[in-house]
């Protein structure tokens, strides 16, 4: 028997996702401040939700939507100043 028999195709995408994953967060962390990296992890949910719903089409519960709507409210008032200053600007 060796280490990987019985991968298949999509657990070999797994370790590719996550491989690529960790090298994108080492490269955020590299010229960004930490914060930022919980706000890709934020926003990353938006991005699974559209995915699972197009491609699966899954349907996302109420818990779901709960915490995606708190990630938005922390998002807004971290950058509150900058939005307030963006649309005072125009």
């Avoid at 990987?4 to 996550?18: D, F, I, P, S």
């Amino acid at each position: 028997q060796t280490l990987t028999e019985g991968y298949n195709r999509y657990c070999w995408a797994l370790v590719a996702t996550y491989s690529l994953m960790g090298l994108l967060i080492a490269q955020v962390m590299k010229f960004f401040d930490s914060i930022v990296k919980l706000f890709i992890s934020g926003s990353s949910m938006y991005v699974s939700a559209v995915l699972s719903w197009l491609i699966f089409g899954y349907t996302p519960t109420w818990n779901f939507l709960g915490g995606m709507a708190l990630v938005t409210v922390a998002m807004a008032l971290y950058n509150y100043d900058s939005i307030k200053l963006f649309f005072k600007s125009k």
